[in-house]
């Protein structure tokens, strides 16, 4: 069956330092794979979208890499701020309705 | 900015009754979900909508779940017989294509007692 895999366990860095988050996944060919943000309570936020032949795309402090032989992407956090604290979720692409497949998401909580 | 919108913001029903959430998506987007999320849980995807029909739906979406879009502007989720396992944040998005990210509303929270 498909699997997304996220690290499970919060993420705490220090303000300034640089966020990585990883998802990866199994049995799934996405055409391409979503990063969103959730706050608690809230409704998840589109951040960033890369398709299955880029290989890296880039959005301000934004970064988001993606291996479909390691069947693996990357989302990074540069400069990171105590507002970037949050949970970010991956979420494959696919279906008759391009419906999203999420991880459980990984918390980032950023120090001062 | 347009945004998706969803009434109630929090339902409370009895177990058996029949519960519908609201949503009023982007005005000119054209593909309709719904996901739910468990208390502590991930984001599950219950259903895709476009052209009045249902495009895909998963495990989760039995017969008990229907959708409807009434109007040109709202689009439903109706549970008909509430389970205590229905307890969950539902959330209603929308998309002007397939290949561009989803929007989200801010949720519905359903507590079925």
């Known amino acids: 069956s498909q699997k997304i895999e996220q690290n499970s366990e919060a993420l705490n860095i220090q303000e300034g330092k640089t966020a990585t988050l990883t998802c990866n996944y199994t049995n799934y060919s996405p055409a391409y794979l979503q990063w969103y943000r959730q706050d608690p309570g809230r409704g998840p936020v589109f951040l960033l979208l890369i398709r299955e032949n880029e290989k890296e795309k880039r959005k301000e402090r934004l970064k988001v890499t993606f291996d479909t032989t390691l069947k693996q992407s990357l989302f990074h956090i540069t400069a990171s701020q105590p507002a970037d604290s949050a949970t970010y979720l991956c979420a494959l692409v696919g279906g008759g309705g391009n419906k999203l497949t999420f991880g459980t998401g990984t918390q980032l909580k950023v120090e001062l | 900015e347009p945004e998706v919108t969803q009434t109630p913001s929090h339902q409370v029903t009895q177990m058996g009754q029949e519960v519908i959430l609201r949503c009023v998506p982007i005005?000119?987007?054209?593909?309709f979900y719904w996901y739910r999320q468990i208390l502590g849980q991930k984001v599950e995807f219950l259903v895709s909508?476009?052209?009045?029909?249902?495009?895909?739906k998963s495990e989760i979406f039995d017969d008990q779940f229907s959708v409807e879009r009434p109007d040109g502007s709202n689009f439903t989720l109706k549970i008909r017989s509430t389970k205590l396992e229905d307890s969950a944040m539902y959330f209603c998005?929308?998309?002007?294509?397939?290949?561009?990210?989803?929007?989200f509303g801010p949720g519905t929270r359903l507590t079925v007692l």
């Open positions: 998005a929308s998309t002007g294509t397939l290949v561009n990210e989803q929007f």
């Open positions: 005005s000119n987007h054209l593909y």
């Open positions: 909508f476009y052209n009045n029909e249902i495009s895909e």
